[in-house]
């Protein structure tokens, strides 16, 4: 339990790197910005699985999935 807590500490602390005023959704261009993606880099497509349809950004449960690798492509359909 003490392992999964450390974790979310170390990935609120990186979500907190990009969210510069604290709780807000990350807008992904500062994302591609801070990681070094250029503009020839898809970002919609790329991250489309974890961003927010409704306004396109990266809330905090969104990064977690993304640091997971978790996509509606990887979960199995019913």
């Given amino acids: 339990m003490e392992a999964l807590e450390t974790w979310e500490q170390h990935a609120r602390r990186a979500y907190e790197l990009f969210d510069k005023e604290g709780n807000r ?3 992904i261009e500062e994302l591609a910005s801070e ?4 503009p020839s880099v898809p970002l919609h497509v790329v991250l489309q699985d974890w961003v927010r349809h409704a306004d396109g950004k990266l809330s905090f449960l969104g990064f977690i999935k993304l640091l997971h690798g978790v996509s509606s492509r990887s979960i199995p359909k019913a």
């Fill in 25 to 27: 959704p990350i807008v």
């Fill in 35 to 38: 990681l070094g993606l250029g």
